[in-house]
Each structure stands twice: as structure tokens, then as C-alpha cells.
Nanobody
Framework: QVQLVESGGGLVQAGGSLRLSCAAS????????MGWYRQAPGKQRELVAT???????NYADSVKGRFTISRNNAKNTMYLQMNSLKPEDTAVYYC?????????????????WGQGTQVTVSP
């Protein structure tokens, strides 16, 4: 089994910055694609940023130029640097990873989610 734990959320004024971390643990053979999602009250969960195993990154139009996704494969950790935060960025942020999980002498693939971390941006 794999667990993802987010940290770094909090309350910040508009224009400020936060750095979110997501640490993966468990029987991890390798981590493929990773991403950050967010969900505001009454809204659907939406994609914020992704990072593929090949190093390619993609961002939602609303965060381009302000957010940066990165990963440290040696530490099984990924990050989301958020700059120039706006009130509309307020949401619970979730990390997600597609993981090859060890099972006996083999493995299986699974899609895992963290518990979420609250980001609140005041005007």
C-alpha cells in the first residue's frame, strides 16, 4: 500500500507565496506521473499541475506563470511552489500519483491520493 501526505498549506494574503509538499511512502517500486489538484467548496476537483515521468510539466491556464511543480524522485516527494496567490486560489489541494507498487516479487500499478491540505488566500 502507498500513502501520500501533503503539508505546507495555510492562510496567506493575496500576493503571497506558499510551498506545498507531498511525501509518498510504502512499497514503492517507482512513481510515474504526479500531479496537484484542488477543490473549492461546492466545486468539482480540478487539475492544477502535472509532472510526467519524462519530465514534462503541464499547468492549468489559471496558474500558469505563478505555480511551479517539481519532484525529487530520490525522496519520493513532489512540490508545488505557489507565488502571487489570489483569493480564487483558495481550495483544498490534493496530491496524486500513479505508482508501481511492490507485491511479492512483482508489482501492480495504482492511483493514489493524499488527504488534502487547506490553502486560504485573503483579499
Amino acid at each position: 500500500q502507498v500513502q501520500l501526505v501533503e503539508s505546507g498549506g495555510g492562510l496567506v494574503q493575496a500576493g503571497g507565496s506558499l510551498r506545498l509538499s507531498c511525501a509518498a511512502s510504502g512499497s514503492i517500486r517507482s512513481i510515474n506521473a504526479m500531479g496537484w489538484y484542488r477543490q473549492a467548496p461546492g466545486k468539482q476537483r480540478e487539475l492544477v499541475a502535472t509532472s510526467t515521468s519524462g519530465g514534462s510539466t503541464n499547468y492549468a491556464d489559471s496558474v500558469k506563470g505563478r505555480f511551479t511543480i517539481s519532484r525529487n524522485n530520490a525522496k519520493n516527494t513532489m512540490y508545488l511552489q505557489m507565488n502571487s496567490l489570489k483569493p480564487e486560489d483558495t481550495a483544498v489541494y490534493y496530491c496524486n500519483a500513479d505508482v508501481k507498487v511492490s507485491r511479492g516479487f512483482g508489482y501492480y500499478t495504482g492511483d493514489y491520493w493524499g488527504q488534502g491540505t487547506q490553502v486560504t488566500v485573503s483579499p
